[in-house]
């Protein structure tokens, strides 16, 4: 199912919100129009505001507060990437060059403060205003994943249970926002708002576990290198995988190399290896399902719709995508 297909139904919303984008980056002059329109140029598949909009639809209707909340998250999302492409001196994302590699450090960091500025200005109504805990929290959580990340990637200790704190906040929690504000803005009731939080929260598990599997795939175009994670030092999944089945001697050789700075292609390569033929990334599939059934049955309740059709149909192809 591509992603275009699920978002026929709100199309017209998505047209709109592109458009309220766009003006909400309004030209300042000098070399920050560049950036502007650079950032605009480089916006992924948003993901994040169909979801917002699916929520809404499906729970209630899409209303202008359900818009305003669309592009506030998106705003917080795209400040946030721009950021960890700092954190992590990311040259390239989705195979083109990022914000950082082109303007340095400095600029990308005080463009993403710029970003987040701007969301503010966004609110309208005293229920925007309501809501202004929700964006908060979403604006903590983000750097804070990141923060628990950098910890573990720095260390020597790791577990499965840690890395689930780590997306949960740096990836899943994104995604419950976005769910749980579509609801919230079309009026629903506490215990819709709460499933539909539960859906974006277990899809974003699924979509970074997802994603960190990608990353051991050289066959596929991820837009990223591949083995980017393990250049980074980041124990994630299929890597946890093959460290628990491993003896001390074996995993504390593989957390060195792992927490080395200087790592050939050759090395990480061999690693990336031992990782699929272990069948680790099988198992941690297995994992991406799971989650999937867990958002899944968050909908069991609500009555067959188009809107619930692209909710299940937009998890699925996010579980299943081959980059």
Known sequence: ??????????????????????????????????????????????????????????????????????????????ASLIHDDVIDESDKRRGKKTL??????????????????????LIETQSDFNLLPKFAKIGSELPLGELLQKQVAEGIDYSEETYYKVIGKKTAAMMEASAELGAISSGATKDVVNLLKNFGFYMGLAFQVKDDILDFSPEFNTGKPYG??????????????????????????????VNRDDKSEKEILELIEKVNKGGYLEKANDKVQSFCKLAEIQLNDFKDSESKTGLIDLLYSLANRKK
């Not at 919303?13 to 920050?32: A, C, H, N, P, V």
């Not at 980017?228 to 074996?250: F, Q, V």
């Open 100 to 121: 950082n590699r082109i303007w340095g450090n400095n600029t990308a960091v005080l463009f993403g403060d710029y970003l987040y500025g701007k969301c503010l200005e």
């Open 228 to 257: 980017n994670d393990i250049k980074e030092k980041k124990k994630t999944l299929p890597l946890i995988y093959l460290l628990d089945d491993s003896n001390k001697e074996e995993r504390d050789e593989i957390l060195k190399f």
């Open 1 to 78: 199912m591509q992603i275009k297909n699920i978002t026929d139904p709100i199309r017209d919303y998505l047209d709109l919100f592109d458009k309220r984008f766009s003006e909400s980056l309004e030209l300042e002059g000098f070399f920050i129009d560049d950036i502007i329109k650079y950032v605009l140029e480089k916006r992924g598949k948003k993901i994040r505001p169909i979801l917002t909009f699916l929520a809404a639809k499906i729970s209630g209707g899409i209303t202008s507060q359900t818009i305003r909340c669309a592009l506030i998250l998106e705003l917080l999302h795209t």
